[in-house]
């Protein structure tokens, strides 16, 4: 396991804490529907947010632009199925990203205000991606993508599918799957709404 720098894992911690004390006085505004967007399959849009993936780096909605879909995974650290899922999103991921389709994680249970559980939590989060080999991108559900769109995910592993603005553009997916069905719905996203 690499060991992160303290001055990455300060900014994590930071940022979290912001968020957190900021989203308390933040008066919670619904996201902007344009007319391109009421033209996607759910009307909902994942963007714009600001957020971090697990090595401390600043992510935003930007994560989707080189893409022409990108299938996003909510998953937790704690439930079976999505780890079990996550070697073949991992071999999926390798196999879609040069043929403009990325897999980006959306991890919710790596979130604390007490530094020492948060950091025990992303060291489980981190370790669970390196056994996986799960080397997609990464983030953290923070307050921006709560406030969007995954207060209303009931269950993980949950799975939907964005544009390269972040519209949503498929309906949610409840449940984990094999290879062989999550490259059966790769396939009909891709001929439904890719570019």
């Not at 196999?95 to 979130?111: A, L, M, S």
């Not at 997609?136 to 769109?149: G, N, R």
Request: net charge negative; hydrophobic share 35%.
């Amino acid at each position: 396991m690499k060991k992160h720098s303290a001055y990455t894992i300060m900014l994590i911690i930071l940022l979290v804490l912001t968020q957190s004390i900021y989203a308390g006085g933040k008066k919670e505004e619904a996201p902007q529907i344009t007319q391109e967007t009421k033209t996607t399959a759910s009307g909902k849009v994942l963007a714009p947010f600001t957020s971090m993936n697990l090595q401390g780096e600043e992510v935003s909605e930007e994560i989707f632009a080189p893409y022409d879909l990108t299938m996003v995974n909510v998953w937790g650290t704690f439930c079976r199925p999505c780890l079990d899922e996550m070697p073949d999103l991992g071999e999926l991921y390798r196999e879609y990203k040069d043929k403009g389709v990325q897999i980006v994680g959306i991890v919710v249970d790596v979130v604390h205000n007490d530094e020492k559980v948060f950091m025990e939590k992303l060291e489980t989060a981190l370790s669970i991606i390196e056994y996986t080999k799960a080397d997609y991108p990464h983030i953290l559900q923070l307050q921006d993508l709560y406030d969007l769109y995954l207060k209303n995910v009931q269950a993980i592993p949950t799975t939907f599918f964005v544009d390269n603005k972040g519209n949503i553009v498929s309906k949610e997916y409840v449940g984990s799957r094999s290879k062989d069905a999550w490259r059966e719905v790769i396939e009909k996203t891709m001929s439904e709404y890719g570019n």
